[in-house]
Structures are given as C-alpha cells and as structure tokens.
Nanobody, 121 residues
Framework: VQLQASGGGLEQAGGSLRLSCAAS????????VAWFRQTPGKEREAVSV????????YYKDSVKGRFTISRDNAKNTAYLQMNNLKPEDTAVYYC???????????????WGQGTLVTVSS
C-alpha cells in the first residue's frame, strides 16, 4: 500500500498550488482522505478531510475559503487545491487515509511521504 503525495513547491504569497495524493495497493474510495501539515517543532495538524463519498468535508479555520479538497475515486487520487497562499501555509504536507471521518492523526492508517510547500512573502 502506498500513498504518493506530490505537487509541492515554492510559491509566492497569493499564488496557488495543487497537491495530489495517488494511492496504489488500496481502493482509496473506501477511505476518508486527509491532508495534514507539519512545521519543525510543531505537531502535525489536519488541514482538510474528505469522507469516502465526498459529501462530508472538514477544513481547518485558517484555510477555509482558500483551500479545496476533492477526490476522484476512479483515479484513486485525492487533491488539495490551495489558493491565495500565505507564508504561514509553509509546511510539509502529508496525505493520509482512514476508515472513518476524523481529524485525529492517530486514526489514520496509511500516510504519504510528504511534499514541501514553501510560500514566500
């Protein structure tokens, strides 16, 4: 089982990036998918979570209106569209899958390797 996160990079404040999370070895459509982020010295935090059906979505308050999570179960891939990026969005972003809709990192079974997002001011 593997989750492959990609799409990170260096972007200026106000710019956009789209992260992708491609799954292999599991049917991602059977799982909730989340994007977490982590900066040095801080705990990993849930940025957004989407249920297996896509009908239920959670966003961290600071990204509401700027980030959009989505999934294409036919492609076994989830996405995080990040618009109007801010320097405080700089972090390593991880995708993860869980059996339930949750924001608790310990509930997630499979994790991607992380992709670095750097936003310059």
């Amino acid at each position: 089982v593997q989750l492959q996160a990609s799409g990170g990079g260096l972007e200026q404040a106000g710019g956009s990036l789209r992260l992708s999370c491609a799954a292999s070895g599991l049917n991602l459509g059977n799982y909730a998918v989340a994007w977490f982020r982590q900066t040095p010295g801080k705990e990993r935090e849930a940025v957004s979570v989407i249920s297996f059906s896509g009908r239920n979505i959670y966003y961290k308050d600071s990204v509401k209106g700027r980030f959009t999570i989505s999934r294409d179960n036919a492609k076994n891939t989830a996405y995080l569209q990040m618009n109007n990026l801010k320097p405080e969005d700089t972090a390593v972003y991880y995708c993860a899958s869980a059996d339930i809709m949750t924001t608790v990192a310990e509930e997630f079974v499979y994790w991607g390797q992380g992709t670095l997002v750097t936003v310059s001011s």
